[in-house]
């Protein structure tokens, strides 16, 4: 009988902890990945990408998550067309051979019950590297209109851009140093 009644707590707390991890979709109208180089040391070129997907996997109360965000390369834009033309051509991007990048991340780190960091890998140019994004800020609410809980908040990096392979005009033009933002909310499913 005491065997019987821990298996059927231990089912029980399997099934509890397995309940506190919860999807999220990530909101393309409120996720934006933007970089920033500067351009002959001077002035701060910056883009962004528009269309961009994926989901997060979160577990606050195991402090675990994963999150898989794939953005569609063409879709760069800096305000200037011609510039954004050469960004996507094989000096830079290479849209036409590599339309998308990915980053997974399964590694988080909290403080307290707030995202502090993911790590992961991010496959850009079809050469995959480590990458940890940041969090200078994360929060978790109830969204009013959606009735559902919406989780995000600002990340940063700085990646070496040679690590995949775009070394065009290295270090005239502009730096290895390329500084990422990525701003995102994901709406629990």
Known sequence: MKKALLLAALIAAVGAAQAQSATYAIDPSHTAVTFEAKHFGT????????????????????KTGKVEFTIDMASLTTGTAPFDGHLKSKDFFAVEEFPTAKFVGDKFTFNGDKVASVSGELTLRGKTNPVTLTATGFNCYENPRLKREVCGGDFETTIQRSQWGITYALPAVTPDAIHLLVQVEAIKQ
């Open 43 to 62: 002035s701060t070129l910056r883009g962004r990408w528009d269309k961009k997907e994926g989901s997060v996997t979160l577990d606050k109360a195991a």
